[in-house]
């Protein structure tokens, strides 16, 4: 078992002054760190199971699509506002850095259907949070969510209303 840590940079002041940005580029370099991130994010599955994985754009969707593999369900995009055709459900919200949104297809979700949602990291937790309400707007229930990396320090986690979570590195 490799350290995946030693596969995060760390980038002072970027994309502003005064965050701390985790690059995930030298992890994505290495196939086996990969498998492992991969490996270890699959194991965020509650113990009722899930029937579809959910990936938030962008950078969850690299992990989302082995997530899915591996757990042999289908996968489902989160996407940036303007890059979905079809009938399109919304949600905005706050960024560590900034505003977004995110938009999903209507039909994209099945009813009832137990969902595992994907990103690269939590930091304040409002990308999840949105991805969660979009899930639930699809009639979707949210069960859980798996991320690479946890800043603990935001607690972006209590603003997950309840929602499982399982990080595989904290900071
Ligand atoms: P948040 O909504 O604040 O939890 O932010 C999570 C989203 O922003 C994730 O999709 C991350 O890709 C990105 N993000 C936020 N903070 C950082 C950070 N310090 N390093 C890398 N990515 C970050």
Redesign the pocket.
Known sequence: MTDLRQYIRDVPDFPKPG????DIMPLLASPQAMAQAIYAMAQGVPPGGIDQVVA?ES??FLFGVGIAQQLERGLVLLRKPGKLPGDIRRHQ?A???GNDSLEVQADAMRPGSRVLLV??????????AAAAQLVQDCGAEPVASTVLIE?EA?R?RERLDGMALHSVLRY
């Open positions: 965050i701390l940005f985790r938030i950078r969850g919200y960024l560590e850095y990103d690269d990291v939590l930091a304040t937790g409002g990308t999840l800043l935001l972006g």
